[in-house]
């Protein structure tokens, strides 16, 4: 028999409150967000495949929500009129900063990896023959 959203109410509701109360210090706006994880268990408690995993789901949805608030209140600013871009960097330089990067990689590696790497993807060895 599938599981009601009374009896996850009364089973995770002091729970649920507490996770939310622990992420979210506005206690409005962690009442707020407890109410929408209960819109959204029992408009989707119909999906719970495994109803021994409900405790998981449950928190999935809240911690889903939580995150949600989070986006929700990320400042944005207003660009000026007329601002442009920051120009596009030249192909030559994303090249060298790429360069660099890869380099920095290839002297972090063990030299047996090092040179491995540098032989099938510089030299063009396959990596059969390499291994050969």
């Not at 408690?45 to 990320?74: L, P, S």
């Amino acid at each position: 028999m599938p599981v009601s959203v009374e009896e996850i109410y009364n089973s995770f509701d002091t729970d649920l409150g507490a996770f939310v109360s622990a992420r979210i210090r506005d206690p409005d706006a962690a009442e707020d967000v407890l109410q929408d994880i209960y819109l959204k268990i029992h408009s989707r408690v119909g999906t719970v495949r495994d109803e021994e995993k409900i405790g998981a789901w449950v928190f999935r949805v809240a911690r889903n929500a939580v995150n949600d608030y989070y986006r929700a209140r990320k400042p944005t600013a207003e660009l000026e009129e007329g601002a442009e871009a920051p120009p596009d960097p030249s192909k030559e330089e994303m090249e060298q900063e790429l360069s660099t990067a890869v380099r920095d990689m290839l002297e972090g590696l063990p030299p047996d990896h090092r040179e491995a790497l540098y032989l099938t993807e510089y030299v063009g060895l396959t990596q059969k023959d390499l291994a050969e």
